[in-house]
């Protein structure tokens, strides 16, 4: 799949940062994104938006990515439970990254995405959906 193809779901609630990863993926022609501020609009908006790929932000109130990305994960619908998932964040500590790797998630990106670890960690994750 191309890049300039992609829909993907941005969960992030600081919104400078938002900002900053919308215009990161238009540099990379991705301009299918929706986002969302905490895991509950998420889990809202996947009702009708069904992203190739999901990038979400650790820390986040009241639902953060871990509670976010299990319910997801444990979802009626198999599309939405297999969705490609890359976790976000300025918290590096081991104990957050095992959290964010047994959730089955493809990568986790220390914030703020760097364009050229963005588009690797996206074509990892897309690769990953066949």
Avoid: W
């Amino acid at each position: 799949m191309a890049l300039d193809s992609t829909k993907v779901l941005l969960v992030e609630d600081d919104e400078v940062m938002s900002t900053y990863v919308v215009k990161t993926l238009a540099r990379l022609n991705i301009n299918d994104v929706q986002v969302c501020v905490d895991g509950n609009s998420a889990l809202k908006a996947m009702a009708g938006f069904v992203p190739d790929v999901v990038l979400t932000d650790v820390h986040m109130r009241p639902v953060n990515g871990i509670e976010f990305v299990q319910k997801l994960r444990a979802s009626a619908d198999s599309r939405l439970r297999s969705t490609p998932v890359i976790f976000m964040s300025g918290d590096s500590s081991r104990e957050t990254l095992g959290n964010t790797m047994a959730l089955d998630s493809v990568a986790y990106i220390v914030k703020p995405p760097r364009l050229e670890v963005l588009r690797a960690k996206l074509e990892q994750a897309l690769q990953s959906r066949f």
